[in-house]
């Protein structure tokens, strides 16, 4: 498992009142997002309202992060608030009305938004993009939340709404031996641990 502190992504540079984009194809990205809501859930003793675009959310990867951090898993997981969506309608239902009260409700550190744009494929629906977008940014200053978003990337026109709104962009790239995160004018790169393996910082010592 690919712990994104010991790769250069330290959790505390995810400001708050600030939107963060993480975007490419590599499973690396998901994976980050989780790792931040155990933190965010686990250490910081603060909620977490995780908006699932991208049926990405899984409960047992989390969990795993969570005992790898040291955390209480339970509470992790009451800590982390979940509504997925699976049409554009839903998706912008979530983010435009029902957005506001869940924020006002758990007081949340982070707000996760997982794969945007991801169902907003045609050209008819790009105000329901534009609009969801624009209620995340207004959300996140009025409530000063952490915010991280992910999509896939690319260059069609629902990602680059996305990154035009975003305050900073990480973009993922992955080659079979290597992953190159673009932090800016940051560059990471490093070589990623198979599905089941853990790097030696997973493991804690016994005195």
């Known amino acids: 498992m690919n712990n994104p502190r010991s790769c250069g992504l ?37 909620d977490v309202v995780f908006v699932d675009g991208g049926n990405s959310f ?3 990867t989390l969990r795993r992060i969570t005992k790898l951090m040291q955390a209480d898993p339970k509470t992790v997981l009451q800590r982390t608030h979940v509504a997925r969506a699976f ?5 912008n239902d ?5 957005l506001t009260p869940a924020i006002k409700q758990w007081e949340p550190g982070m707000l996760a938004v997982a794969y945007l744009p991801y169902l907003f494929g045609d050209m008819r629906v790009r105000k ?9 940014k207004e959300a996140t200053r009025t409530y000063h939340t952490t915010t991280i978003v992910t999509s896939y990337g690319g260059n069609w026109w629902g990602a680059k709404i996305v990154e035009e709104y975003a305050d900073r962009v990480i973009r ?36």
Do not use: W
């Open 128 to 136: 329901l993009l534009e609009q969801a977008v624009e209620h995340i």
């Open 10 to 46: 330290d959790p505390v540079g995810f400001k708050a009142s600030a939107v963060t984009l993480v975007e490419g194809t590599s499973a690396f990205v998901p994976e980050l997002l989780l790792h931040l809501c155990a933190y965010t859930a686990g250490r910081r003793k603060q």
């Open 87 to 91: 049409t554009e309608y839903q998706l």
């Open 172 to 207: 993922v790239v992955q080659r079979r031996k290597l992953i190159r995160i673009m932090d800016e004018k940051d560059v990471i790169e490093f070589a990623p641990v198979s599905q089941g393996q853990m790097r030696l910082d997973a493991y804690m010592a016994v005195v």
């Open 94 to 98: 979530l983010l435009v009305q029902q």
């Open 58 to 60: 899984n409960p047992y």
